[in-house]
């Protein structure tokens, strides 16, 4: 029996930010922490509705929006090797949150507030039993609550290290 850690797995990667809104042509260092899921069940089927906690961050290389993230992932094998990810949680980010159009810079996303609603989606493959890499799409939004809400929808490639 393998001991239980609270830390499950730690990622870093990078992605465009947002190719098609005013951030375009900038990037993001990103990393995230996955902690071990709260309880486990014997039946596989019932261990993927399950998520585990995380936290994470993403810095925009340019100086546009970068934020930090919480939330929960859950994770579904396809494979032994392959696997498909969901995330849903809430993002603070450093980006516009000018209501007025006019105040708005033309090369900066119209955010709306802070903080935001994050969900990824995640395709993944395990190439030995602690590392894997994955194709990850993430969206921020505040979903209508503020009067701008542009948001962002960044893609890219993070490398897994699990415990």
Same mark, same amino acid.
């Given at each position: 029996m393998q001991p239980m850690s609270f830390v499950s797995e730690l990622r870093i990667?990078?992605?465009?930010?947002?190719?098609?809104?005013?951030?375009? !042509?900038?990037?993001?260092?990103?990393?995230?922490?996955?902690?071990?899921?709260?309880?486990?069940t014997a039946d596989l089927f019932t261990s993927y509705f399950?998520?585990?906690?995380?936290?994470? !961050?993403?810095?925009?290389?340019? !100086?546009?929006?970068?934020?930090?993230?919480?939330?929960?992932?859950w994770t579904v094998d396809i494979t032994q090797r392959v696997f498909v990810e969901a995330s849903f949680g809430g993002a603070m980010h450093n980006g516009n949150t000018q209501s007025n159009p006019a105040l708005i810079p033309a090369d900066r996303s119209a955010l709306g507030c802070s903080p935001l609603f994050r969900e990824s989606g995640s395709i993944g493959?395990?190439?030995?039993?602690n590392?894997?890499?994955?194709a990850t799409v993430e969206h921020l939004s505040n979903a209508g609550a503020c009067n701008q809400?542009? !948001?962002?929808?960044?893609?890219?490639?993070r490398l897994g290290y699990t415990f």
């Open positions: 990667g990078a992605s465009a930010q947002d190719p098609w809104s005013p951030e375009k !042509g900038s990037a993001n260092i990103t990393g995230e922490i996955l902690f071990a899921k709260p309880f486990t399950i998520p585990r906690p995380h936290l994470g !961050g993403s810095l925009n290389t340019r !100086g546009d929006t970068s934020f930090a993230f919480a939330g929960l992932s493959y395990r190439l030995s039993q590392w894997s890499v994955m809400n542009r !948001g962002l929808t960044n893609v890219g490639a």
